[in-house]
């Protein structure tokens, strides 16, 4: 992976600027040393705190893969919320290295535990009940926005992107990680999990989003990877028939304007409604006309 390094003047020190990026799952990175051993010590500090460890599922890859773009921000501080974080160690991991961390969930199901895990760790987050649908926090609040296998579970992916864009500052990151399904290459994915994405789809969310750098939805999928990944991927159970993905999506310039923006969308919202079964590609370019109208 690579990292552009600049130098701030203002706070006389380098900062890391991360580019757009997105990936396939690779067999070549979960197996490396530096994956392993991030995973060793993530699991490690999972069972210290009374918290989950990975050993054959896909974090195995996409907790280093996170971690590789974020280690450059440690101790400053950064904002970072996270979408459906149950029993994961990981954002309280994010914590203990100098991020300003927010855990959510969509119910008030894991918030003895995580009020048990703070008091027994020392480890301070905030703990909210948030649905990544309707994010109750202010417009550009946060630096980072990370969602680790949430998006294939949530039904309107393309409303969630956009709140993860309203609620990121300019220049800040959204980083996800999905599970794909590419029916080309024999892939079935289990109903129970809900509704996978394919990668045109993913694509399609983030050329559609006017508050992300477009780069990111031209540049290619590794899809020479597929096939060892999902072998590997099936390997761990006999209903992991997909691949993993992630992306980092950098907030552009753009500002969000909060009362027009909302009325458009509801607006264009029941005309995509009214053509569900007829010219949605046209309610579509409506719906991505006019939001970028509401931009300056």
Same mark, same amino acid.
């Given at each position: 992976?690579?990292q552009?390094?600049a130098?701030d003047?203002?706070?006389?020190?380098?900062?890391?600027v991360?580019?757009s990026?997105?990936?396939?799952?690779?067999?070549e990175?979960?197996?490396s040393?530096?994956?392993r051993?991030?995973m060793?010590?993530l699991?490690s500090?999972?069972?210290?705190?009374?918290?989950?460890?990975?050993?054959?599922?896909?974090? *195995?890859?996409?907790y280093?893969?996170?971690?590789?773009h974020?280690r450059?921000?440690?101790?400053?501080q950064?904002?970072?919320?996270?979408?459906?974080t149950?029993?994961?160690?990981?954002?309280w991991?994010?914590a203990q290295?100098?991020?300003?961390v927010?855990i959510?969930?969509?119910?008030?199901y894991?918030?003895q535990?995580w009020?048990?895990?703070?008091q027994?760790?020392?480890?301070?987050?905030d703990?909210?009940r948030?649905?990544?649908?309707?994010?109750?926090?202010?417009?550009a609040?946060?630096?980072?926005?990370?969602?680790v296998s949430?998006?294939?579970?949530?039904?309107?992916?393309?409303?969630?992107?956009?709140?993860a864009a309203?609620?990121v500052?300019?220049?800040?990151?959204?980083?996800l990680?999905?599970?794909?399904?590419?029916?080309?290459?024999?892939?079935k994915?289990?109903?129970k999990f809900?509704?996978?994405?394919?990668?045109?789809?993913?694509?399609?969310?983030?050329?559609?989003n006017?508050?992300?750098?477009?780069?990111?939805g031209?540049?290619p999928?590794n899809e020479?990877?597929?096939?060892?990944?999902l072998?590997?991927?099936l390997?761990?159970?006999?209903y992991?028939?997909?691949?993993?993905a992630?992306?980092?999506?950098?907030?552009?310039?753009?500002?969000?304007?909060?009362r027009?923006f909302?009325?458009?969308?509801?607006? *264009?919202?029941?005309?995509?409604?009214k053509?569900?079964?007829?010219?949605i590609d046209?309610?579509r370019?409506i719906?991505r006309?006019?939001?970028r109208?509401?931009?300056?």
């Open positions: 992976m690579s552009i390094i130098n003047k203002s706070k006389k020190k380098q900062v890391y991360i580019p990026h997105k990936q396939i799952a690779c067999v990175q979960l197996k040393q530096p994956w051993e991030f060793s010590e699991n500090f999972g069972s210290d705190i009374g918290l989950e460890q990975y050993t054959a599922t896909s974090r *195995v890859w996409e280093p893969w996170i971690w590789f974020l450059g921000y440690i101790d400053r950064f904002k970072l919320l996270d979408i459906g149950q029993r994961s160690p990981f954002p991991f994010l290295n100098g991020f300003d927010t959510s969930d969509a119910t008030d894991w918030m535990q009020e048990s895990v703070s027994s760790s020392g480890i301070k987050v703990r909210k948030l649905d990544a649908q309707y994010i109750k926090l202010s417009p609040s946060l630096d980072v926005y990370l969602s949430v998006l294939e579970h949530i039904p309107n992916k393309e409303r969630t992107l956009m709140e309203r609620v500052k300019p220049g800040g990151l959204v980083i990680t999905f599970d794909v399904c590419q029916e080309g290459f024999g892939m994915y289990p109903r809900d509704k996978a994405v394919t990668l045109e789809q993913i694509d399609q969310l983030i050329e559609g006017p508050f992300f750098d477009q780069d990111c031209q540049i999928w020479g990877d597929i096939q060892e990944y072998h590997w991927h390997s761990t159970s006999h992991h028939n997909y691949v993993t992630a992306c980092v999506l950098k907030r552009n310039n753009f500002q969000w304007k909060e027009r909302r009325g458009v969308e509801v607006a *264009v919202g029941i005309i995509c409604s053509l569900r079964y007829g010219t046209t309610a370019n719906w006309y006019l939001k109208k509401c931009i300056r």
